[in-house]
């Protein structure tokens, strides 16, 4: 069998080989225990990753409620602005509004004073018109007289021949 020798060697190799063989395990155990926290290392970053993945969707919709927001406010702003310039042209409007209303009141005066020259103008000229009848009538009569006067004087000196006449 085996000499003293061989099973000295053999007890010392076997000894030395279990404690390689409990180095290897504590080796193991630390490499498991390794595992072990890295595996609940992974999967706290899984589920802060998870989280993180929620909270970027959040961001992301909350980014898209901005851009609406952004987008309402500055439709608002143009609304505003458009409600201003309509508000100005109102307001320039109804100052043309007044200014047309006092010039259509004093058009109006203007008016009544021309409608009230053109009574006086009216009754005016109905007594020129009666005056022109009169001197129209009054012109005939001198024209009768006068044609009246030419034809007595005719007569006269018809007369006055007619007298000579039998006087010679």
């Known amino acids: ?15 030395s080989l279990q404690i390689q063989l409990a180095d290897a395990n504590a080796m193991l155990i630390s490499r498991k225990e ?9 999967s706290e970053s899984t589920a802060l990753r998870s989280k993180l993945d929620g909270q970027l969707a959040q961001i992301d919709s909350m980014q898209n409620q901005l851009g609406e927001k952004k987008q309402a406010a500055k439709g608002a702003e143009e609304r505003e602005f458009e409600l201003h310039q309509e508000l100005t ?3 320039l409007l109804n100052k043309q509004y007044s200014e047309l209303m006092q010039d259509y009141a004093y058009l109006q005066s203007q008016f009544k004073d021309i409608l009230a020259q053109f009574t006086i103008l009216q009754q005016r000229n109905a007594q020129l018109e009666q005056a022109a009848g009169s001197i129209g009538e009054l012109q005939s009569r001198l ?26």
Do not use: P, Y
């Open 34 to 42: 390794e595992i072990d926290f890295l595996s609940a290392e992974l």
């Open 89 to 91: 042209g109102m307001a």
């Open 143 to 168: 024209d009768n007289s006068l044609l009246e006067r030419d034809v007595l004087k005719e007569r006269v000196n018809q007369l006055e021949t007619q007298k000579m006449l039998k006087g010679i």
């Open 1 to 15: 069998m085996l000499s003293e020798d061989q099973i000295k060697k053999i007890v010392s190799a076997n000894e």
